[in-house]
T-cell receptor, first 118, second 111 residues
Framework: AQTVTQSQPEMSVQEAETVTLSCTYD???????LFWYKQPPSRQMILVIR??????QNATENRFSVNFQKAAKSFSLKISDSQLGDAAMYFC???????????????FGQGTILTVHP | DGGITQSPKYLFRKEGQNVTLSCEQN?????MYWYRQDPGQGLRLIYY???????QKGDIAEGYSVSREKKESFPLTVTSAQKNPTAFYLC??????????FGSGTQLSVL
């Protein structure tokens, strides 16, 4: 079964600094997608960034970028120039796009609470 | 506007009662999901459906039931067999390998 592990329950960063959130996953598949979602206090889930496993290039969205290491099954999120509005719970997620009994299943990690200090 | 609508926003259940959470989407997405979130915890998959009239159990399906009679609708029933139902419930839909679209959630509490 696919599992997603976020080993950092909490992280903190100073405003304008850079922080990296870790995520590892376990899979025997080669065709899948990885996501980072943000959940602010409103509890609305917001997509931060998406990575397709077959793409070597790391995804980037403005201040957010990932370090995707497929062989190591690692998918970390880097937030540059942190802002107060980045404070939230961040979830890593894995989606398998292949056939089989787990097709279409989207699995989330346990989350990392990010605090941004002014 | 296209999106996912969950209702009600807050729901209270009496002991021994079944309650149903509504999830409707107008995005024309085939796949729909139900997740449970406990305070300070991650999202755990309850049920998911790839197409109409078909659904699969997720990781914590016991005490829950679903139906998928229409593409737009994926209601979740929390049965009396679910002994600890207090949680935040999120519905989502997906097309292909693109992102999930989430509803705004339902907070279920026990009276």
């Amino acid at each position: 079964a696919q599992t997603v592990t976020q080993s950092q329950p909490e992280m903190s960063v100073q405003e304008a600094e850079t922080v990296t959130l870790s995520c590892t996953y376990d899979t025997s598949e080669s065709d899948y997608y990885l996501f980072w979602y943000k959940q602010p206090p409103s509890r609305q889930m917001i997509l931060v960034i998406r990575q397709e496993a077959y793409k070597q290039q790391n995804a980037t969205e403005n201040r957010f970028s990932v370090n995707f290491q497929k062989a190591a099954k690692s998918f970390s999120l880097k937030i540059s120039d942190s802002q107060l509005g980045d404070a939230a719970m961040y979830f890593c997620a894995y989606f398998m796009n292949a056939g089989g009994t787990s097709y279409g299943k989207l699995t989330f990690g346990q989350g990392t609470i990010l605090t941004v200090h002014p | 506007d296209g999106g996912i609508t969950q209702s009600p926003k807050y729901l209270f259940r009496k002991e021994g009662q079944n309650v149903t959470l509504s999830c409707e989407q107008n995005l024309n997405h085939d796949a729909m999901y139900w997740y449970r979130q406990d305070p300070g915890q991650g999202l755990r998959l309850i049920y998911y459906s790839q197409i109409v009239n078909d659904f699969q159990k997720g990781d914590i399906a016991e005490g829950y039931s679903v139906s998928r009679e229409k593409k737009e609708s994926f209601p979740l029933t929390v049965t009396s067999a679910q002994k600890n139902p207090t949680a935040f419930y999120l519905c989502a839909s997906r097309v292909g390998g693109e992102k999930l679209f989430f509803g705004s959630g339902t907070q279920l509490s026990v009276l």
